[in-house]
């Protein structure tokens, strides 16, 4: 369960770390998924059973997009 988010500021080009914070998320990668909106979050670190790193990919429609 994920409580809380970590990223200042991104580009809608991607390419921007989130963070994000929790627990139960298990250790296999291929049973994780992060979207922010309807936009995938890259993977970047595997994940760890309390923490994972996700890297942006670009936003298509600027209108979808939200503050976390």
């Known amino acids: 369960s994920p409580t809380s988010y970590i990223s200042a500021v991104g580009s ?3 390419g921007t770390l ?5 627990s139960g998320f298990g250790t296999n990668s291929s ?3 992060v979207e922010i909106g309807p936009y995938p979050c890259i993977l970047a ?14 936003a298509t429609n600027s209108s979808l997009v ?3």
């Open 66 to 68: 939200a503050n976390l």
């Open 45 to 58: 670190n595997g994940t760890q059973n309390n923490l994972i790193v996700c890297r942006t990919t670009k």
């Open 12 to 14: 809608l080009e991607g």
């Open 31 to 33: 049973q994780v998924a």
């Open 18 to 22: 989130v963070y994000v914070k929790g």
